[in-house]
């Protein structure tokens, strides 16, 4: 499988702070990627030297085949950054926010033209194509971020939490568009603290913690390693303890031979949170 | 050349956009201090006064335009720019783009320029009412764009520079508002001793002021000040540079 991201020992040190430490990770094309971790994990800053926008205190990492550093106009050719902070303008209408990212992009006036109603109709929002951004809902404006980062037909996208703060309804039409997406020949590079946006979307991810790249797999790969099925028992009525099997019937054994101190007791599925929590003893979404 | 031509228009198209929205209230806004200066100088306390033969209108309606051209284009470049780049970060999209950083550092001045400009023209024909020993010339159209420049320049400077709003408050406070009372635009510097006189040269606004007063007065116009706005552009550009280097790879 060809790589279209390629980090090498990559480290950002910032004081005494090591924001990511040797990271050496390698994004296939055409995957949805998940880089997934707790807040201040290193996430935003490993999106941002990917992107050029920080430089890597060493090591290096190439995108499309180039250096991030020595060759970052041509890295620019070929990315699309969706920021966590949305970076639309917002004293202007959504589609003079996306024309300016195709003027950037050296778009002539009928590609630019032609891109823009494509692409609105493409994520439905051709409706609000001259409301100011300001007015649109937290979803709206997460897709016309989206659509302006698509103008130049970047063949990587960067999104950094794309579903942050967004109500149920609206972060699964984002999951299909970003799918619509990936399967229409985007490369798909995402972070999230959403344990189940990842398992939803990416074929791989990596997990971070505290600048570590602590495990890189598909999902079910992850959770195999520690087993398929999670027990949850409630010990007299305060504590859960959770134990991990290979599959339902392991489980069940376990359960039928636990005492009568354990009351409440689910048997589900394993996640990427159980995994999480074991390897480091803390939760992802818990800061 | 063409493209660089074309991304300098793209960086300002997106604030000509903003401007052509809100151009009243910007210009509204920008007027109020000069034409209250105009007011409490000119007429309040300025009545009767000669400075060097000229009445104190006369005298002041240029330093007036010149500490216009100077916050106008000042806050025209750098007000939206440092929100864009710390609080929406939409500024990281020209970074990420393949625009080159001397397009953007001219594409962001220009919109002060073109701010700086709409203002002071409004104060300079506010000026041609009141005063009619005022004299309007290509020189002086010329110098006005050049002090423009330089403090659009400046505002971009800052705004990369700067780390927060609260910061940039004070600055305008520690350095602008000073700026605007010491240098010549509303006393001659004739008067004042040499080692005041050395140390209000060394400010901008200082020969802003002193070339616009020479062409507008008709006097033998200062090209060393001249010169020394052509210097002060040259620096500040070079600062923008550097600091834009700093921002990115």
């Known amino acids: 499988m060809e790589e279209f991201i390629v980090t090498e020992n990559l480290t950002k040190t910032y004081g005494t702070v090591q924001a990511v430490q040797n990271l050496n990770l390698k994004v296939h094309s055409g995957e949805i990627f998940g880089f997934l971790g707790p807040n201040g994990a290193g996430k935003t800053t490993t999106i941002r030297m990917m992107t050029t926008l920080t430089k890597p205190t060493s090591g290096r990492v190439w995108v499309g085949g180039f250096d991030v550093v020595k060759e970052a106009d041509k890295v620019k050719n070929v990315i699309g950054v969706v920021q966590q902070h949305l970076s639309l303008d917002r004293d202007l209408t959504v589609k003079e926010n996306i024309e300016f990212h195709g003027r950037l992009h050296h778009l002539s006036a009928s590609e630019r033209r032609k891109r823009i109603n494509e692409l609105l109709d493409y994520v439905e929002l051709t409706d609000c194509a001259d409301r100011m951004v300001d007015t649109l809902s937290g979803g709206m404006k997460k897709r016309a971020a989206i659509v302006s980062s698509l103008m130049h037909k970047p063949k990587v996208l960067f999104l950094d939490e794309p579903t942050v703060g967004l109500d149920a309804q609206t972060r699964r039409r984002m999951w299909d568009l970003l799918r619509r997406l990936n399967l229409d020949g985007t490369t798909i590079f995402l972070t999230t603290h959403y344990i189940e946006e990842a398992e939803a979307l990416c074929q791989r991810v990596g997990i971070m913690h505290h600048g570590k790249l602590i495990a890189l797999d598909n999902p079910l790969e992850l959770r195999k390693k520690l087993g398929l099925v999670t027990v949850e028992t409630l010990v007299n009525g305060k504590e859960t303890r959770y134990q991990y099997f290979a ?7 376990y359960v039928q031979n636990l005492g009568s101190d354990a ?3 689910i048997i589900r599925d394993s996640n990427l949170e159980d995994f999480f929590v074991e390897q480091t003893g803390e939760k992802v979404g818990g800061n | 050349m063409l493209t660089m031509l074309k991304d300098i228009y793209s960086i300002l198209w997106v604030d000509l956009c903003f401007l052509k929205r809100h151009w009243l209230s910007t210009l509204a806004i920008s007027l109020v201090s000069p034409l209250l200066y105009l007011v409490a100088f000119g007429y309040g306390l300025g009545r009767g006064v000669d400075v060097g033969g000229v009445n104190y209108l006369a005298f002041v309606m240029p330093g007036i335009i010149a500490l216009t051209s100077m916050s106008a284009s000042f806050t025209g ?16 999209e020209c970074l990420m783009s393949p625009i080159s950083l001397f397009s953007i550092v001219i594409g962001k001045a220009l919109i002060g320029v073109v701010r700086g400009l709409l203002s002071s023209v409004a104060i300079l024909i506010v000026g041609i009412i009141l005063s009619p020993l005022l004299i309007v010339s290509p020189l002086l159209i010329l110098v006005l764009i050049m002090s423009c420049l330089v403090f659009a320049l400046f505002g971009v400077f800052i705004a990369l520079v700067i780390s927060s709003h609260q910061a940039m408050s004070t600055f305008s406070n520690l350095v602008i508002l000073p700026m605007t009372f010491l ?8 008067q004042l001793p040499e080692a005041v006189k050395v140390v209000l040269y060394l400010l901008p606004l200082t020969h802003s002021s002193e070339s616009l007063r020479a062409v507008a007065l008709g006097q033998p116009f200062p090209w060393l000040s001249f010169l020394a706005l052509l210097g002060f552009a040259l620096f500040f550009f070079s600062a923008c540079m550097v600091a834009l280097k700093r921002a990115s790879v």
């Open chain 1, 247 to 253: 599959d339902r019937e392991a489980a069940k054994r």
């Open chain 2, 77 to 92: 470049a750098s007000s939206k720019l440092h929100v864009d780049r710390l609080f929406y970060k939409s500024f990281d």
């Open chain 1, 263 to 265: 009351k409440t007791v």
């Open chain 2, 183 to 190: 240098s010549g635009t509303f006393f001659s510097l004739s």
